[in-house]
């Protein structure tokens, strides 16, 4: 999906389809985060809030070297925990992109992290490869399972979840870090049995660090209208307080924080 420039003298490298940039992101990974919003994504959440993201191969392409750049001005602020967070979009349709911006930011000292849904992950040529050499130079993980029944996941995004699950395994095995995020839908992803069974299949995990509850809003909802996209949770409120501690307690988020 990303285009190769031409080696020059000034090596820019690899060029992505960015949709934005945010200088000060306070919850996309430990500490003060660069955060880097790509271009392109094949799910179609219900509750995706950034529906401008979905278009593949549209959006500013940008080197990873101008793009390190600008991040590397806000350093000073980062402190000791944070770096840069590559989000989406799904970042994983862009691997070549990623992996060159890492390679650059490591040689900088900074702290990478990458936040996917874990799609785009394949045992296959030649995307393994690519992958197991992107976590050479990743050091966190934000991984967002959105429904552990697979047709419940299918009816929520389109597509089932074994990649994903499978992305979780392969990550266990090599022990790298990962945070699990579990956005609670009301009447969607708001249910004791899977929950449970979320929880089951997090234990059988060796590299979780952390569980996260991400309450579902409605902030996305005029996105959909600017884009003349039907809205398909229209009528859904946020859950509960009641709901949000259920869940935690259910994902033992309580745990990790220790």
């Not at 960015?18 to 955060?35: K, L, Y």
């Not at 991400?214 to 009641?242: F, N, Q, S, W």
Request: glycine share 8%; hydrophobic share 35%.
């Amino acid at each position: 999906m990303t285009i190769k420039q031409n080696k020059t003298s000034g090596d820019p490298g690899v060029l992505g389809y960015i949709h934005s940039t945010e200088s000060f992101g306070a919850v996309d990974g430990p500490g003060i985060r660069f955060v880097v919003f790509m271009q392109g994504c094949d799910m179609r959440c219900m509750y995706c809030h950034n529906p401008d993201t979905w278009k593949t191969r549209v959006g500013r392409k940008r080197s990873a070297a101008e793009v390190l750049s600008e991040a590397l001005q806000y350093r000073d602020f980062w402190g000791k925990d944070g770096g840069i967070t590559l989000s989406g979009g799904e970042i994983l349709l862009q691997p070549d992109f990623a992996l060159d911006l890492f390679r650059r930011a490591k040689d900088e000292g900074v702290h990478t992290c990458l936040d996917t849904s874990g799609h785009p992950f394949t045992r296959e040529e030649p995307f393994f490869s690519l992958f197991r050499e992107l976590m050479t130079v990743t050091d966190l993980l934000l991984v967002d399972i959105k429904e552990i029944d697979p047709e419940k996941h299918r009816k929520l995004t389109g597509f089932t979840n074994e990649n994903i699950l499978d992305m979780c395994r392969y990550l266990s095995s090599i022990g790298k870090p990962i945070w699990i995020r579990h956005v609670l839908v009301p009447g969607v992803t708001d249910n004791d049995e899977d929950l449970k069974k979320l929880n089951a299949f997090i234990q059988t995990l060796t590299n979780v660090k952390r569980v996260e509850i991400l309450p579902y809003h409605t902030m996305g909802i005029a996105k959909y209208h600017e884009l003349g996209i039907r809205y398909r949770l229209d009528g859904v409120d946020p859950p509960t307080d009641e709901r949000i501690r259920n869940a935690e307690e259910l994902l033992h988020c309580a745990d990790y924080r220790k």
